[in-house]
């Protein structure tokens, strides 16, 4: 065989591997982002939600004014700690007799 033919045969390979390979990775990619145009759309519909809820808690200004309060410090915390009980019976199955 000559130079010349396998010089060719090797870059009709290349170029198919190439064409090939863009396909798969290039046009392959793009059509699978046009089916999902219902996902796309849901996305960008949560993604605005959920920016404009970000910009509402941004907003929030609190006025912590009241935890300086003479009124609020002299508060007095009448909890109580609640006693641990052991609840059932070792083993449930057993007569109660």
């Not at 170029?15 to 996902?39: C, E, P, R, W």
């Not at 200004?61 to 052991?86: M, N, Q, Y």
């Amino acid at each position: 065989m000559s130079a010349f033919i396998k010089n060719t045969v090797f870059l009709g390979l290349i170029t198919i591997v190439a064409v090939l390979g863009y396909y798969l990775f290039v046009i392959k990619d793009n059509s699978s982002l046009v089916g999902n145009s219902a996902v796309i759309n849901q996305a960008d519909a949560e993604s605005r939600e959920f920016l404009q809820r970000l910009q509402e808690i941004k907003s929030v200004d609190l006025d912590t004014e009241v935890l300086r309060d003479e009124r609020f410090r002299a508060l007095v915390d009448f909890s109580t700690d609640i006693k641990v009980v052991p609840v059932g019976r070792p083993n449930p199955f057993e007569p109660t007799n």
